[in-house]
């Protein structure tokens, strides 16, 4: 059995399944300050009455990294960069506690000029004197050649808490999305440092010795133990659980833009043949450009218990959440009080929906029904301009599917699924005010839950090797061997695929079922004079994200119900 967890800004929704289909759901209140008690209780009141014991893995999405980056509630930390001569770092300045340092690398990993220890040594006294606990450094070409990173990492390491590397953060060359993302990774870390211990030290206390597992933002999970040393990749997993759980479910051979409209937003993205479609350069969070490898998601501040209001003589909806509907005991009249109106919903109070929305509707000089259409007509048409946008921004650049590049695909969606707890009344809507085909995703309450349980566990491995100089490494997985004159690309991918089998089974993969790939294969030939003197070869390998294998039935039987 597997447990899904999926954290939303209004409910945390659980699931348990096997490979006969889904077992048991619950929805549990989510308490935005503290995040650790929602998971608890949803994976507590989810293993009542079963055998924990045959619980093979929990695997939990959430939105702790994400809110605590977004609400600038994360910890100062120093960031140490050594950018060498053509590029100012200040241009990339993360925070206050930035000091590019001398010493660089060029861009074929040799040195130029070393770093200055006295200069280290300086800066960390700074450092320790502002109370500075955790450090994150990076260099210019450290994927290339991580000496300096390590050497100002050994003067530094006896000093601070934790001291992160960029080389291991990331393995690709750009060097400001580097900087970003090795300052978040420092700066989240000692939060989900903290969530980790309550989780493991209160399932302990509970008796439920389970494996758990968190999701990525490119709709795969790690280990949780993994996600120590790289709590960045757990940034934005909530919509890629929401991806994930319409994948099963997607049209073949057609484009289709997935909606989870929730309490507090919708989450968009859009699969390609049941593939979702990548974002292969990283995730923008804010004014931090990073390489954390994502799907293409777009995160709308709109959903069922957004405010609604008048303002100025014009009718306002949302982004601000200040509770549920009015018609589940709420403050202010919401979108969802607009359905209590129009559709025949039981559980909840229609008259108090009524009553919330009477005074706006009379302000405006509307019927009550006519103002809830209203209300419903604006929601529906703001989330549809929403994934108009996303929909232009995925074609204005080469399109990735998490599987391939789509050369010269322009991507047109014809339907859209529809999940999260109010999706098959907003799928009527939506359809009325559009061209598009709307359908719902079967569990559409907890598919975002069973999204996060059925996905694989996934990593990628960048490789490189350069004939001239002899080397061939993998600096972010800590590999480095010397090589002849005739090494080539295969044998390079080779290595790669070695690599990356490795990293995948210490995140949790399972060995019989490894689906690898090469996202990039790239040979130059180094020239000196007339003479080609060596070979530059760089490969990208990755395994391929998508629902665990043996769950097809499930599947099947999710489908039917």
């Given at each position: 059995m597997i447990i899904g967890l999926d954290v939303g800004g209004t409910h945390t929704d659980v699931v348990l399944v096997d490979r006969n289909g889904l077992i048991k759901e619950i929805k549990v209140p989510t308490d935005p300050s503290d995040l650790f008690n929602s998971v608890l209780t949803g994976l507590t009141t989810i293993t009542r009455g079963h055998n924990s014991q045959k619980i093979n893995r929990i695997v939990l999405s959430t939105t702790l990294t994400t809110n605590a980056i977004v609400q600038n509630k994360t910890q100062p930390v120093g960031m140490i960069v050594a950018a060498g001569p053509g590029i100012d770092p200040e241009f990339y300045r993360t925070n206050s506690f930035f000091f590019a340092v001398s010493g660089s690398i060029d861009h074929r990993g040799r040195e130029i000029e070393p770093i200055d220890p006295a200069e280290i040594k300086d800066i960390t006294a700074n450092l320790k004197k502002e109370g500075i606990k955790h450090v994150g450094v990076v260099g210019k070409f450290s994927v290339r050649n991580p000496s300096h990173e390590l050497e100002i990492v050994k003067i530094l390491e006896r000093s601070f808490e934790k001291v992160f590397m960029g080389h291991r953060i990331s393995g690709n060359l750009n060097f400001p999305r580097r900087i970003?993302?090795?300052?978040?990774?420092?700066?989240i870390y000692p939060i989900h440092k903290e969530f980790f211990h309550a989780v493991e030290k209160s399932l302990e206390a509970k008796g439920l010795k389970l494996p758990i597992r968190l999701?990525?933002?490119?709709?795969?999970?790690?280990?949780?133990?993994?996600?120590?040393?790289h709590p960045v990749q757990t940034i934005l997993s909530g919509p890629a659980a929401s991806a994930m759980g319409a994948v099963a479910f997607g049209p073949q051979k057609e484009d289709t833009l997935v909606m989870?409209?929730?309490?507090?937003?919708?989450?968009?993205?859009?699969?390609?043949?049941?593939?979702?479609?990548?974002d292969p350069l990283g995730i923008e969070l804010g004014r931090y450009k990073?390489?954390?490898?994502?799907?293409?998601?777009?995160?709308?501040?709109?959903?069922?218990?957004?405010?609604?209001?008048?303002?100025?003589?014009?009718?306002?909806?949302?982004?601000?959440?200040?509770?549920?509907?009015m018609a589940y005991g709420g403050p202010v009249p919401t979108p969802t009080d607009a359905l209590f109106i129009l559709e025949n919903i039981t559980d909840g109070s229609r008259e108090k929906a009524v009553e919330g929305i009477q005074p706006l509707a009379s302000a405006l000089g509307f019927s009550v029904r006519a103002f809830a259409a209203e209300i419903l007509d604006v929601t529906c048409k703001k989330i549809l301009a929403a994934a108009k946008q996303l929909i232009y921004r995925i074609n204005s650049k080469p399109v990735y599917t998490v599987h391939e590049l789509q050369e010269g695909y322009v991507v047109?969606?014809?339907?859209?699924?529809?999940?999260?707890?109010?999706?098959?009344?907003?799928?009527?809507?939506?359809?009325?005010?559009?061209?598009?085909?709307?359908?719902?995703?079967?569990?559409?309450?907890?598919?975002?839950?069973i999204g996060a349980a059925l996905a694989r566990t996934t990593c990628e491995v960048t490789f490189f090797a350069d004939t001239e100089r002899g080397i061939a490494q993998a600096p972010e997985e800590n590999f480095r061997q010397t090589i002849d004159y005739g090494f080539d690309t295969d044998a390079a991918i080779r290595q790669a695929f070695e690599l990356l089998k490795?990293?995948?089974?210490?995140?949790?993969?399972?060995?019989?079922?490894?689906?690898?790939?090469?996202?990039?294969?790239?040979?130059?030939?180094?020239?000196?004079?007339?003479?080609?003197?060596?070979?530059?070869?760089?490969?990208?390998?990755?395994?391929?994200?998508?629902?665990i294998h043996g769950y097809d039935d499930a599947i099947r039987k999710l489908s039917e119900s």
């Open positions: 970003a993302t090795t300052f978040l990774n420092a700066s999701l990525k933002a490119d709709g795969g999970n790690m280990r949780f133990s993994s996600t120590i040393e989870d409209i929730g309490g507090t937003t919708t989450d968009m993205a859009v699969l390609i043949n049941r593939s979702p479609v990548l990073t390489l954390i490898r994502s799907l293409e998601i777009l995160s709308l501040g709109l959903g069922g218990d957004s405010a609604v209001s008048v303002s100025n003589g014009k009718l306002k909806i949302g982004p601000e959440r200040m509770g549920p509907a047109r969606p014809k339907s859209i699924l529809v999940l999260g707890g109010p999706a098959p009344y907003f799928a009527k809507y939506l359809e009325t005010v559009s061209d598009y085909l709307v359908r719902v995703v079967p569990r559409w309450k907890v598919a975002n839950a490795a990293k995948a089974l210490k995140r949790g993969a399972n060995a019989d079922y490894l689906e690898m790939e090469v996202l990039e294969s790239l040979e130059f030939n180094m020239v000196r004079g007339f003479n080609t003197t060596g070979k530059n070869i760089r490969i990208k390998v990755q395994i391929t994200p998508g629902l």
